[in-house]
């Protein structure tokens, strides 16, 4: 009865590990963050090593999102992440604890893990939205600003920047300083990812 416990585990611990790293490479494959990446892995592999052994003395489905809870107030206090982060890292807490007390089949598991993968994968291309970003910027052409003069502004950020800007918006107007604060969008091509 030990030894199918043990290989329940060790059948689970390499689902979890090879689903987190693959969506991780995806997230590594278009965003180029190595630390985050890392860390993702790890923190993985770790809620998974944490919920699976606390699993042995009756942990609930209730206990694991308790659990979820906590990890995700973490949150890595020291340096704020973005939304796409967090994404992937509830991901990945969501993986390791699916992997460790879901009570699906492993060959579910798989499939469920490779459904999200896809998914992941899929939204980071082309695919289904366009890649576009968007940046702030100070901007000192006061006189540009106005709503009247909106492709005069856009033309002058894709000279200076470089960028195939197609919208902006007014985040904010200093007229004691003449400059204002404008969110540019723009598309970004494949070799231009942040």
């Known amino acids: 009865m030990e030894s199918a416990v043990d290989f329940h585990f060790v059948i689970r611990l390499l689902i979890n590990t090879a689903s987190v790293f693959v969506l991780i490479r995806c997230y590594y494959a278009f965003s180029r963050h190595r630390e985050n990446a890392a860390s993702f892995i790890l923190f993985g592999v770790g809620v998974f090593l944490v919920t699976a052994l606390l699993h042995s003395v009756t942990v609930t489905m ?11 107030m973490l949150r890595y206090r020291t340096e704020a992440l973005g939304i796409k982060e967090m994404t992937y890292l509830f991901l990945v807490i969501a993986m390791a604890l699916l992997a460790a007390v879901g009570t699906m089949h492993h060959l579910e598991l798989v499939c469920l893990n490779l459904l999200v993968i896809v998914l992941a994968l899929v ?37 200076r920047t470089g960028l195939d800007v197609f919208r902006v918006d007014v985040v904010s107007v200093s007229y004691l300083r003449d400059t204002a604060l404008l969110r540019m969008h723009f598309r970004q091509e494949p070799d231009h990812v942040r």
């Not at 209730?62 to 995700?72: I, R, T």
């Not at 980071?124 to 600003?145: A, F, G």
Request: no cysteine; glycine share 4%.
């Open 62 to 72: 209730g206990f694991a999102f308790g659990l979820f809870a906590v990890f995700s």
């Open 123 to 159: 939204l980071e291309t082309r695919v289904l939205l366009p890649r576009h970003s968007e940046r702030e910027v100070e901007y000192e052409k006061i006189e540009n600003v106005h709503r009247d003069r909106r492709e005069l502004l856009i033309a002058d950020l894709r000279d």
